[in-house]
């Protein structure tokens, strides 16, 4: 199965964009990219997904590198509530689209 | 509101005794999933299950037990037989089988043992 690496944490100050990496150089090529995002003592809440184009939403954006090897979770003007563990996740479709979480990315957002 | 409810938030227990921690969806995803999360980790897969009266093991099932006998329910039973069972536990739920959807997860149940 594809696995997914992250940077432990990250820093950013509020209202500045935020560019969260992730590498995933075994993805197939049926694999979507999904991030997701954890808030503290929360459940995780789904943020983005892609294939292969960039995607937008209204929380972030999503840049997939051509070559499909990493991807970059985009959030536009970070704020105090965006301070949360960010994972980035290859579903298992064909295990009932399983997620496995590696430990994400702990952003810090300083006021 | 269509979602995924897990109850209690907060559950204690004596060591020794079985608890069983309550996941209910009503958004008629057919594959739904239980997660531990211990202290700064990641979740790690306990059980999951794609259709009614049918799951399997995750990575961590050892001391835990499941069934699935409605849709919208997925219960999971902590045994004595779980060595660490303090842990923050939460319960997923997505459409099955279909590539291009998100998972929904519960508020959590974060139980203690003592």
């Known amino acids: 199965d594809a696995k997914t690496t992250q940077p432990n944490s990250m820093e950013s100050n509020e209202e500045e964009p935020v560019h969260l990496p992730c590498n995933h150089s075994?993805?197939?090529?049926?694999?979507?990219i999904h991030w997701y995002r954890q808030l503290p003592s929360q459940g995780p809440e789904y943020v983005i997904h892609g294939l292969t184009s960039n995607v937008n939403n209204r929380m972030a954006s999503l840049a997939i590198a051509e070559d499909r090897k990493s991807s970059t979770l985009i959030l536009h003007r970070a704020t105090l509530r965006d301070a949360a563990v960010y994972y980035c996740i290859l579903p298992h479709y064909n295990a009932g689209n399983m997620l496995t979480f590696g430990g994400g990315t702990r952003l810090m957002v300083k006021p | 509101d269509g979602g995924i409810t897990q109850s209690p938030k907060y559950l204690f227990r004596k060591e020794g005794q079985n608890v069983t921690l309550s996941c209910e969806q009503n958004?008629?995803?057919?594959?739904m999933y239980w997660y531990r999360q211990d202290p700064g980790q990641g979740l790690r897969l306990i059980y999951y299950s794609q259709i009614v009266n049918d799951f399997q093991k995750g990575d961590i099932a050892e001391g835990y037990s499941v069934s699935r006998e409605k849709k919208e329910s997925f219960p999971l039973t902590v045994t004595s037989a779980q060595k660490n069972p303090t842990a923050f536990y939460l319960c997923a739920s997505s459409i099955s089988r279909t590539v291009n959807t998100e998972a929904f997860f519960g508020q959590g149940t974060r139980l203690t043992v003592v």
């Open positions: 075994t993805i197939s090529g049926t694999d979507y």
């Open positions: 958004l008629n995803h057919d594959a």
